[in-house]
């Protein structure tokens, strides 16, 4: 069975500067989709950014962007120019590409404080 | 993407009672989920709810106690039968769109007393 793997519960950067979110999945599929969510406060799921398996280049979403290390099963995202608004839960989710286990599975999530 | 509402966004309960929480989004899907959040973590598939036969449950929840209806592409219900304590929680309806792509929904906070 798949798993996602969140190792940081908690972590803090400064407004304007770069925080980087850690995230490691098992699997023994070749495809499959990872994504990044966002959970402020308000408690909304927010798509932050996916990631396909068979592509290699990282993604970019703006000041968001993933290393994604398909080897070693490994997806951080990377927050650039951190604003306040960035504040929030951040989950990992892995998504087969083949039913019937095309589940989101998440993360335990890791909580982003952001500081003025 | 999708635009979800949910409906009610929070509610407080009586042991014993149930709750019904609607799920509906502005486009048609084939795919809408419902998850349960309990407080300070992760999310918990409950059910894939299919349209026009019965929703497929996942390890641990039973149709008698979060039995769901799904009349059309656009419509989900999900019920909390029987409240307890334990029942606490956020809910979070959630469609996946043809880009393979998942949208929530704004949840519903449930507290039973």
């Known amino acids: 069975a798949q798993t996602v793997t969140q190792s940081q519960p908690e972590m803090s950067v400064q407004e304007a500067e770069t925080v980087t979110l850690s995230c490691t999945y098992d699997?023994?599929?070749?495809?499959?989709?990872l994504f990044w969510y966002k959970q402020p406060p308000s408690r909304q799921m927010i798509l932050v950014i996916r990631?396909?398996?068979?592509?290699?280049q990282n993604a970019t979403e703006n000041r968001f962007s993933v290393n994604f290390q398909k080897a070693a099963k490994s997806f951080s995202l990377k927050i650039s120019d951190s604003q306040l608004g960035d504040a929030a839960m951040y989950f990992c989710?892995?998504?087969?590409?083949?039913?019937?286990?095309?589940?989101?599975?998440f993360g335990t999530g890791t909580r982003l404080q952001v500081f003025p | 993407s999708a635009v979800i509402s949910q409906k009610p966004s929070r509610d407080i309960c009586q042991r014993g009672t149930s709750l019904t929480i609607q799920c509906q989004v502005d486009?048609?899907?084939?795919?809408m989920f419902w998850y349960r959040q309990q407080p300070g973590q992760s999310l918990t598939l409950i059910a894939t709810?299919?349209?026009?036969?019965?929703?497929?449950?996942e390890s641990g929840f039973v149709i008698d106690k979060f039995p769901i209806s799904r009349p059309n592409l656009t419509f989900s219900t999900l019920t909390v039968s029987n409240m307890s304590p334990e029942d606490s929680s956020i809910y979070l309806c959630?469609?996946?769109?043809?880009?393979?792509?998942?949208?929530f929904g704004p949840g519903t906070r449930l507290t039973v007393t």
């Open positions: 989710a892995y998504r087969s590409a083949h039913l019937p286990n095309d589940k989101l599975i």
């Open positions: 699997t023994s599929e070749s495809d499959y989709y």
């Open positions: 959630s469609v996946l769109t043809g880009s393979y792509e998942q949208y």
């Open positions: 709810a299919n349209q026009g036969s019965e929703a497929t449950y």
């Open positions: 486009s048609q899907v084939t795919m």
């Open positions: 990631q396909e398996a068979y592509k290699q």
